[in-house]
T-cell receptor, first 114, second 111 residues
Framework: AQSVTQPDIHITVSEGASLELRCNYS??????LFWYVQSPGQGLQLLLK??????LVQGIKGFEAEFKRSQSSFNLRKPSVHWSDAAEYFC????????????FGTGTSLTVIP | DAGITQSPRHKVTETGTPVTLRCHQT?????MYWYRQDPGHGLRLIHY???????DKGEVSDGYSVSRSKTEDFLLTLESATSSQTSVYFC??????????FGEGSRLTVL
């Protein structure tokens, strides 16, 4: 079945530590790939996206993500986490066959401890 | 620039009553979406619109209908609300290059 999987429901990191959030997808052709962030009580905001080309993409707020075709993954990373990064993170895809429909993973909740 | 305004932001209703959620965009983006967000499920697409009077179903459309009579407004209607429709509802528009811009959400409780 086609799907977007975020294996980690919740992650806790110390402020200043590095972060990696995992995302795997299962589609016949590589979909368009996105990471969104949701702060408490807010809507979602786009962090970064991958359509083609360089497999390492830079986003806002110091985030980056790496596309690995062999692993069907698009993991989000940040070298040094700030307390303000505490939020819910969603991986999303647009399957190329659907054109404009987004499908979201179930999300990873990030807690940052001092 | 609010971009997208959802109303009401909070609503409590009883099972069997009709409910309409409104999404208003200040710009004339062609694509608009309604999602619901539930713990453990992430965001799931209910319906979307690709123009005035042009709508299509998403993955969880049962029990919901939508209308788009003007570019700027996209309405989501629950004809007869059920407790399983208790959720947070998000409207979004598509701003090109694959980016969605979301409203702040409408929290609906069905008793």
């Amino acid at each position: 079945a086609q799907s977007v999987t975020q294996p980690d429901i919740h992650i806790t990191v110390s402020e200043g530590a590095s972060l990696e959030l995992r995302c795997n997808y299962s589609y016949g052709a590589t979909p368009y790939l996105f990471w969104y962030v949701q702060s408490p009580g807010q809507g979602l905001q786009l962090l970064l996206k991958y359509f083609s080309g360089d497999t390492l993409v830079q986003g806002i707020k110091g985030f980056e993500a790496e596309f690995k075709r062999s692993q069907s993954s698009f993991n989000l990373r940040k070298p040094s986490v700030h307390w303000s990064d505490a939020a819910e993170y969603f991986c999303a895809v647009i399957p190329k066959a659907t054109g404009n429909q987004f499908y979201f993973g179930t999300g990873t909740s990030l807690t940052v401890i001092p | 620039d609010a971009g997208i305004t959802q109303s009401p932001r909070h609503k409590v209703t009883e099972t069997g009553t009709p409910v309409t959620l409104r999404c208003h965009q200040t710009e004339n983006h062609r694509y608009m979406y309604w999602y619901r967000q539930d713990p453990g499920h992430g965001l799931r697409l209910i319906h979307y619109s690709y123009g005035v009077k042009d709508t299509d179903k998403g993955e969880v459309s049962d029990g919901y209908s939508v209308s788009r009579s003007k570019t700027e407004d996209f309405l989501l209607t629950l004809e007869s609300a059920t407790s399983s429709q208790t959720s947070v509802y998000f409207c979004a528009n598509g701003r090109g290059a694959g980016e969605l811009f979301f409203g702040e959400g409408s929290r609906l409780t069905v008793l």
